[in-house]
């Protein structure tokens, strides 16, 4: 693990887009590549810490297909009515502090915490931090930093 924290690279990180096929204009989402970047292998260590504390809510969809089955049960009265919201942006929209403050909960609670990693919770949060605040790129050769959100594409939490 500790050999995954330090930096072993200097890529700056790309970014690139894909097109959302399923969008009516097909919009673009931007992707970062963060391979051989600074961070690229903290963040997988990272991701691999946090990763037992994800999808621990009962309010959690897999896929479409897990959407399909929970509807099933679902009756629709007649004076109600069923709303769908699409999440526009969500990486790129999420307060990084608030992100940060689940994860320090979730770290606290996690009793096994202990068999994963030899870091304490105050490593972690400070690794983190220094990931989610590192959010430069290029794009077509002119180097950019995200100011609000986080990217898609590192390994992150």
Known sequence: ?????????????RMYCRAKIH????????????TGSIEYRTSRALAD?????????????N??????KEMISVMVEEDEMFISHDVVSLFTNMPKHLVLQVIWERLEGDTELH?????????????????VTTTYF???????????GAAMGPPRF
């Open 1 to 13: 693990m500790i050999g995954y924290i330090r930096p072993t690279a200097e890529n700056v990180p």
């Open 23 to 34: 969008k009516t204009g097909n919009p673009l989402r931007p992707i970062m590549d963060y």
């Open 49 to 61: 810490i946090l990763a037992p504390l994800v999808g621990k809510s009962d309010h959690r969809l």
């Open 63 to 68: 896929n479409p297909k897990h959407l399909a």
């Open 115 to 131: 068999t994963k990693t030899r870091l304490t919770i105050e490593d972690i949060m400070d690794l983190l931090k220094f990931i």
């Open 138 to 148: 290029s794009f077509r050769g002119v180097i950019y930093q995200q100011m609000f």
